[in-house]
T-cell receptor, first 113, second 117 residues
Framework: NAGVTQTPKFRVLKTGQSMTLLCAQD?????MYWYRQDPGMGLRLIHY???????AKGEVPDGYNVSRLKKQNFLLGLESAAPSQTSVYFC????????????FGPGTRLTVT | AQKVTQAQTEISVVEKEDVTLDCVYE???????LFWYKQPPSGELVFLIR??????QNEISGRYSWNFQKSTSSFNFTITASQVVDSAVYFC??????????????FGTGTRLKVLA
């Protein structure tokens, strides 16, 4: 039981490049989330999903897109990376059966130069 | 609007001292959940505790204890006899049932605890 995994762990991009972060969970959770963590800002919600095929915007969605084609996967895309997107990205999942405890992935450190 | 406030940005204590981390929340929902997470220097987020709005009982787990008071909208976390391994950033979080039935989590900005040997 791997829990929540994130790929990649580290990435350096140049401004304007695109990339996709992959989050996978093997706990059959309904809800999945993408956060970014910046110094002094805590965790801010980018996008989230309450089920396969559905997504919704969080607090800071601009510049990101997401997809949830399969229940176990939640993809975060950056179409044209900007230095302001330099951050640590965390994926999380939760469900009613886990009393809404969020299980977090190990994080992806992204640097945009 | 929902909000979680952790007014203490950073706290330093000497090992074996007790320390309390404050968390104040705002929500209009009657059903909600509160959480504490620990983020050690290695960066992962570790779940510590969950409380629902209908359970105001305080909880103790070893050196950790939590005081949930709806009257003051607070969910404070106390570490007794702190140890160097407790050094981390601690986050308080809130989620609740909205009309839409979705569950978004609101995190505080975190409190960095430094325990000095």
């Amino acid at each position: 039981n791997a829990g929540v995994t994130q790929t990649p762990k580290f990435r350096v991009l140049k401004t304007g490049q695109s990339m996709t972060l992959l989050c996978a969970q093997d706990m059959n959770h309904e809800y999945m989330y993408w956060y970014r963590q910046d110094p002094g800002m805590g965790l801010r919600l980018i996008h989230y999903s309450v089920g396969e095929g559905t997504t919704a915007k969080g607090e800071v969605p601009d510049g990101y897109n997401v997809s949830r084609l399969k229940k176990q996967n939640f993809l975060l895309g950056l179409e044209s990376a900007a230095p302001s997107q330099t951050s640590v990205y965390f994926c999380a999942s939760s469900s009613y059966s886990s009393s809404y405890e969020q299980y977090f992935g190990p994080g992806t450190r992204l640097t945009v130069t | 609007a929902q909000k979680v406030t952790q007014a203490q940005t950073e706290i330093s204590v000497v090992e074996k001292e007790d320390v309390t981390l404050d968390c104040v929340y705002e929500t209009r929902d009657t059903t909600y959940y509160l959480f504490w997470y620990k983020q050690p220097p290695s960066g992962e987020l570790v779940f510590l505790i969950r409380r629902n709005s209908f359970d105001e009982q305080n909880e103790i787990s070893g050196r950790y204890s939590w005081n949930f008071q709806k009257s003051t909208s607070s969910f404070n976390f106390t570490i007794t006899a702190s140890q160097v391994v407790d050094s981390a950033v601690y986050f308080c979080a809130l989620t609740s049932t909205r009309t839409s039935g979705t569950y978004k989590y609101i995190f505080g900005t975190g409190t960095r605890l430094k325990v000095l040997a």
